[in-house]
């Protein structure tokens, strides 16, 4: 049985299962009849009726993999491949919705340890079939699209165990294939947590938040992913790399760093050693208003840099203020701070952080502002498939720079957008992570599909990614570079940069079969 069929049985051509699906608000739609014109879409094509190429792989091949995996482990119905045939950006679903699967393996294996991933890299590189792994199957930036003429899905879900607690060194080895709930709950039972939570995180996996270098939304407190990471276990066509065994080492460059963000392209990570922390004792969350972006972005950098730092910090502008308003009650305007506290006695930071806001011109809403964030905080891809259904195209992008470039990179970002789109559409844009030196900025586009909705976007992308470029931020802060930022991605890097990069991978994956097309420029 394919899991992450089981996982997504209801959800084809939408984000996770019918169970979670979400309407828009009556009021929420009528302001986007109000602001785009909008057609409602054909229903989608069914699964069973999506165009799905043949498996067309050598049956020497097939036979292969099955004696590593065994015969209930390579899967090549059409059902299964399409499942793993691209990941859950807009353009993806909206593909699946057409029943286009145009990037569908020959055959999705699912080893069960690391040894059959080691021996499943060794069939494939002597067969010359590219591979693609995968985790949950959320990635946004093409991720899961290789360039490659046929390919093997790697399915890690068999891989899905807490495989040690150190509860003196506060350290737990998770396999890779273990999604984020199943994760949060191994480790309650120790009592203890990771503290990520990204908006992924129903469905992500580790081994996807480490080759992503993903970031939570509790991220001011706990951390991103990668300052979790201790120690790895990568599979590579070369052999098994473990890096990491100490808190800290002067061992020569940090290899850990190679594999983190590598998204598949220098092996297959297996399992993750990570930092854990005990079950925080209690929780608070708030909201708080400002005038403008610039006053509420000037208390975040203060927080950020100075102290007392919440666990969730999270800024939105003034039209992710009103849109997200709509329909809640809230009419204040300005722009909506969410602060939220996490650990023993929380009392003392958060009245120490209230000082520090309202001294910088913040008027709190309470408890239930915040709260009210945490309720829906996994809302939005499911808020996607409505406007899906009732016409709109919605997608986002992401970004990171420094504190003193942070306004000029919102606003050149969203003006490139608008610019693009010059039949109307609505940018909503929030400070989403927060550093001592910069922080990070979450933009929403919600527009008029048109004609080509796909290739409309690719035009408003590619505008909002020179922008971002032009403005010295980088080109992705945690969704990753997959092949949809490869271009950029190089910019950034320099060439001697690019050139050590294909180095590390001609080295790893000399038959270059790992994710082909995907990051590396």
């Given at each position: ?8 049985s ?29 057609t ?7 699964l ?5 190429p043949?498996c ?6 097939l ?19 399409a499942?793993h ?23 999705v ?20 079939v ?6 949950g199957g ?7 699209t ?12 068999r ?11 506060r ?28 908006q ?5 996996t ?5 080759a ?5 939304q ?27 065994r100490?808190?800290?080492s ?6 850990r ?48 840099q ?15 203020t ?65 406007l ?58 919600i ?50 940069a ?24």
């Amino acid at each position: 049985m394919d899991v992450r069929g089981e996982a997504w049985s209801a959800g084809w051509a939408r984000w996770g299962t019918a169970t979670n699906a979400k309407v828009l608000p009556d009021s929420a739609a009528k302001l986007l009849a109000q602001v785009l014109d909008l057609t409602p879409p054909p229903p989608p094509v069914p699964l069973a009726e999506a165009a799905v190429p043949e498996c067309e792989l050598d049956a020497a091949v097939l036979d292969a993999l099955r004696q590593v995996v065994g015969d209930g482990h390579v899967l090549t119905a059409a059902e299964a491949r399409a499942r793993h045939a691209s990941g859950m950006s807009t353009p993806d679903l909206l593909r699946d919705r057409r029943g286009q699967v145009r990037t569908a393996p020959q055959a999705v294996v699912r080893p069960a340890d690391h040894a059959e991933v080691v021996s499943v890299l060794d069939v494939c590189s002597r067969n010359q079939v590219a591979v693609v792994p995968f985790g949950g199957g959320t990635s946004v930036v093409g991720g899961l699209t290789p360039t490659a003429p046929r390919h093997v899905t790697v399915d890690l879900g068999r891989l899905d165990a807490l495989v040690a607690v150190d509860p003196v060194s506060r350290t737990a080895v998770l396999q890779a294939g273990v999604r984020a709930p199943r994760a949060a709950d191994l480790l309650a039972e120790h009592g203890f947590t990771l503290g990520h939570v990204p908006q992924s995180y129903e469905y992500a996996t580790i081994g996807g938040f480490a080759a992503t270098r993903s970031s939570g939304q509790a991220s001011a407190g706990y951390g991103r992913f990668d300052d979790m990471v201790a120690a790895l276990t990568v599979a590579t066509p070369r052999g098994t790399v473990r890096v990491g065994r100490a808190p800290a080492s002067a061992a020569g460059p940090d290899l850990r760093q190679l594999f983190l963000g590598s998204e598949g392209t220098l092996g297959i990570i297996t399992d993750v050693t990570l930092r854990v922390r005990p079950l925080p004792a209690r929780s608070h969350y708030e909201g708080w208003r400002f005038e403008s972006f610039a006053a509420g972005l000037h208390a975040v950098r203060r927080l950020a840099q100075d102290g007392p730092r919440p666990t969730v910090l999270r800024l939105s502008d003034e039209v992710e203020t009103m849109i997200g308003a709509t329909g809640s009650g809230r009419s204040e305007g300005g722009c909506l701070l969410v602060a939220g506290y996490e650990g023993g006695d929380v009392q003392p930071t958060v009245e120490a952080a209230a000082g520090v806001l309202a001294a910088h011109g913040g008027t709190p809403l309470g408890p239930e502002a915040g709260r009210q964030w945490e309720r829906h905080r996994f809302d939005a891809p499911y808020l996607r498939d409505a406007l899906l259904d009732a016409g709109a195209f919605a997608e986002t992008l992401e970004t990171a720079a420094y504190w003193s470039a942070v306004p000029a990179v919102h606003d050149r970002v969203r003006q490139a957008i608008l610019d693009a789109l010059p039949d109307g559409a609505l940018v909503l844009a929030h400070v989403s992570h927060v550093y001592e030196t910069g922080a990070s900025l979450y933009f929403t586009v919600i527009c008029s599909p048109g004609p080509d909705p796909i290739g409309r976007w690719h035009t408003a992308k590619a505008a909002a990614s020179d922008a971002i470029a032009a403005a010295g931020a980088t080109i992705t802060h945690h969704h990753g570079v997959g092949a949809d930022h490869r271009p950029w991605y190089a910019a950034e890097i320099g060439d001697v940069a690019v050139d050590l990069l294909r180095a590390v991978k001609g080295h790893l994956d000399p038959a270059g079969i790992l994710n082909p097309g995907i990051l590396v420029p």
